[in-house]
């Protein structure tokens, strides 16, 4: 079982999970992973999340990807803080 996952990660909903009585999260929706499961009753090599604001209802892995944040780079906007500014000759 491969999992690229961790607790407190956010995931993004790739689709429905077809196989769940409720619809779960929409496609596209950011959520916040509470709990890893991999207990399932049949098929030992699915990874199960449960996600925070879903109650206690496991959404199979594979629906799910992780999101890329991008970290903010100001190091331009420093780099201009510090910089003598030219001096004109009148």
Not at 22 to 42: F, M, N, Q
Not at 51 to 63: C, E, S, T
């Amino acid at each position: 079982m491969n999992c690229k996952f961790m607790v407190g990660q956010k995931v993004i909903s790739t689709k429905s999970d077809p196989w769940q009585p409720d619809p779960g999260p929409a496609k596209g929706k950011v959520c916040t992973i509470l709990e890893i499961t991999a207990d399932h009753p049949w098929y030992n090599d699915i990874v199960g999340l449960v996600l925070v604001g879903y109650g206690n209802v496991r959404y199979n892995a594979k629906f799910f990807e992780p999101v890329h944040e991008k970290k903010t780079d100001i190091s331009i906007f420093q780099e201009m803080l510090t910089k003598t500014p030219a001096t004109i000759d009148a």
